[in-house]
């Protein structure tokens, strides 16, 4: 990566340098363990940036706190990478190491700042490595280039007026970035819709608004005004924005904690010199629980339909920037379908007629209250027509945002009763809810912990399961998932010792181990026997079951034995004697009016894109593979009445299979299925590629 080092031009305003901003921070070699670097970063909570460096003393890469903690926090990912080297994490997960761009030490700083902006337009990242040629002397913050930036535009606006025309250009960028950085003004988030409108009243304003979805299911929303308008009060809105979409990617939704690390943030950068007023609320679209607070901001208003009634919502605390002892406690009430919630900047009341009076509180309650029954769109517009109307359709002196919604859906994306038993973390996702939802899923959402509940058939829906990664399917309304229990199926991500058959039925379980594919006829024998002495399975549950014998068994055989490039080791039907050190096991059991199938291998190599990608691909009528077959996943799935695949990535694999004699035989799609996969690293949620894997 090149270092962005441009050329001063003669009779510039000479810019602070990124040398003066430049931080000595300790850094790491190539060859140092990734166990070590966590504890740095645990131990040091201002190291935003680790920098690697080789033994000529050249930049060799910098890890970010924030993407390398989030792939620490990984199920497993502490175990697996502890003790390897920097080096070889960066081989498997290159984008740990990668920055936006390197910065040399003579550049300047706003001309470094509009390049990163170009590079990072989203500011996820918190420093970046600082070089004078190729050897590594530092790193520069985000804040401190803000900072820095800010003094010397002020500067810039008082002593050079004879370059008014270029500081003007550089303004309309700023403000150009700066609306690029507001969400769109027509809000449609699930369970709410409404309208945010800003007006600013220079080119760069200081009123903010902002919104975001957390596990599609609750809705977070905020409101600021920075003291002041203009360049520095547009920086610092650049600087909260930044910080929400942190938040935003943390999955954050607790108000008071939100303004707790907005306030932390702000106080860097302001050095208490600027501050900002916010109110933020979440929430929660499937119980109607609201919960708000509030940095200084104006009480916003809060309509109940049921009620007809308006009333302010009234929390106190101090503005973002001012004080780091400060808290904000969220405070709690219920929002009700057709309720609406208002939300404004102290612009919309301090502008005056031309008598000198504002338009103030009072006029501000008499409109609301004559128009909370209409659209949110409508009140947003109208009430800015009625304030233009007001100053006589002068410029307004200050920014103005108005920002109104209403809860108008109840979502059911976590059901009730049984199907919301206490399972901490997971996410619960209706399918009447997914139905309506066309865009991908949350990426940073653990697919282990997400749970798709069926209503009805749902093979319409597969491939897009398939790409969102869906793999935990439970019908809602299903008898054999009653009879098993949603307590012990919501709780199957969690990984349990010995077979999930024994957990299943807790009795009555055989077991064989085999050591030459010719083994696999004699099993099912023996099998098929002991389940037509029971005289509990009638003739067709007997052919389904020898079938998915066969295709388990099958698949321990030649499907899950595959080399590191993922290439089967046996050909499909070859005879072949196990190692010594290969573990294949069918367990088979009856009990509780089930009866259980299972197979283990201690290979690992089945993964969640190649089993969703082959329920897609046969039930589109493209399952089959010349010469290799490709149906054996979905007849298993098909001919089930519970399905779970449980994979340990390359130790081990184990496929459960249940049949519900106290239900009728219908071997049909729309069974539920599970597959618990102990490793995310490992797992592909996009499903890009036209090529599917066969696993039989």
Request: proline content about 4%; glycine content about 8%.
């Amino acid at each position: 990566m090149d270092a962005y080092s441009p050329h001063r031009s003669p009779g510039e305003f000479e810019s602070p340098t990124i040398l003066q901003l430049t931080l000595g921070v300790s850094h790491v070699s190539p060859e140092a363990q990734v166990g070590d670097i966590l504890e740095m970063f645990r131990s040091s909570s201002d190291l935003s940036l680790l920098p690697v460096i080789g033994e000529d003393g050249e930049f060799f890469a910098a890890i970010s706190r924030r993407s390398f903690l989030n792939f620490m926090t990984q199920s497993y990912t502490l175990e697996l990478f502890s003790r390897k080297t920097v080096e070889a994490l960066f081989q498997l997960k290159p984008e740990i190491g990668e920055v936006p761009m390197l910065v040399q030490s003579g550049a300047r700083v706003d001309q470094a700042m509009r390049e990163y902006l170009r590079c990072d337009p989203e500011m996820r990242h918190e420093a970046l490595p600082v070089l004078d040629g190729k050897r590594f002397v530092g790193i520069v913050t985000l804040t401190d280039m803000m900072m820095s930036l800010t003094e010397s535009q002020e500067k810039l606006i008082d002593v050079m007026q004879d370059l008014s025309a270029r500081l003007n250009e550089e303004v309309a960028h700023a403000a150009i970035l700066q609306r690029n950085l507001l969400p769109n003004s027509e809000i449609s988030l699930p369970g709410v819709r409404g309208m945010a409108t800003l007006v600013t009243s220079s080119e760069v304003g200081g009123d903010f608004y902002d919104y975001y979805v957390v596990n599609d299911r609750w809705v977070v929303m905020l409101i600021g005004d920075v003291s002041g308008h203009g360049v520095a009060s547009g920086t610092l809105v650049s600087a909260a924005k930044a910080g929400v979409n942190l938040l935003s990617d943390e999955g954050e939704r607790n108000p008071g904690v939100i303004l707790n690390r907005l306030n932390q943030a702000l106080l860097k950068i302001g050095n208490q010199r600027l501050l900002m007023t916010m109110f933020a609320a979440a929430l929660d679209t499937c119980t109607g629980e609201l919960l708000y607070a509030n940095a200084g901001h104006q009480f916003p208003y809060f309509f109940s339909r049921e009620a007809g009634e308006m009333l302010p919502l009234e929390a106190g605390g101090l503005p973002l920037g001012k004080s780091g002892s400060t808290t904000y406690p969220a405070i709690e009430m219920h929002m009700g379908l057709g309720d609406r919630l208002f939300m404004y900047t102290d612009g919309l009341l301090e502008e005056v007629d031309q008598e000198g009076q504002e338009f103030g509180y009072d006029r501000l309650e008499e409109y609301l209250a004559g128009h909370f029954t209409v659209e949110p769109a409508v009140i947003a517009e109208s009430l800015l027509d009625s304030l233009r109307s007001f100053v006589c359709g002068k410029k307004f002196e200050d920014d103005v945002t108005v920002f109104c919604v209403e809860h108008h859906e109840r979502l059911q994306g976590v059901p009730q009763e049984t199907a919301e038993e206490e399972a901490p973390g997971l996410v619960r996702i209706a399918e009447s809810f997914y139905r309506k939802k066309t865009d991908r899923l949350m990426p940073r959402i653990s697919r282990q912990h997400v749970i798709f509940l069926a209503e009805d058939a749902f093979a319409d829906l597969l491939p897009r399961m398939a790409r969102d990664g869906i793999r935990r399917v439970l019908p809602r309304r299903d008898a054999t998932v009653q009879r098993l229990g949603w307590k012990a199926l919501l709780s199957q991500h969690e990984d349990h010792q010995g077979g999930d058959l024994e957990r299943f039925l807790q009795r009555g379980v055989r077991e064989f181990r085999l050591e030459h594919s010719a083994d696999k006829d004699f099993l099912i024998q023996e099998a098929a026997a002991w389940l037509e002495e029971s005289g509990l399975v009638c003739e067709e549950r007997m052919d389904a079951i020898v079938i998915l014998m066969d295709e388990l068994i099958e698949n321990g055989l030649y499907a899950a034995p595959r080399d590191g490039k993922g290439r089967a080791l046996y050909a499909k039907g070859t005879e072949r004697i196990l190692a010594s050190s290969e573990c294949l096991k069918f367990n088979i059991g009856l009990a509780n009016g089930f009866v259980g199938l299972q197979v283990t291998d201690d290979w690992g190599t089945l993964t969640p894109a190649v089993f969703l990608n082959r329920l897609v691909a046969h039930s589109e009528g493209n399952g089959l593979i010349a010469g290799e077959g490709g149906a054996g996943l979905y007849i298993i799935w098909k001919l089930s009445d519970y399905l779970q695949i449980r994979v340990h990535p390359r130790h081990r694999t184990q496929v459960t299979v249940l049949l519900d004699l106290t239900a009728p035989f219908s071997p049909e799609e729309g069974k539920g299925f599970q597959f618990i996969y102990h490793n995310d690293i490992h797992e592909n949620l996009e499903n890009e590629s036209n090529s599917i894997p066969s696993y039989a």
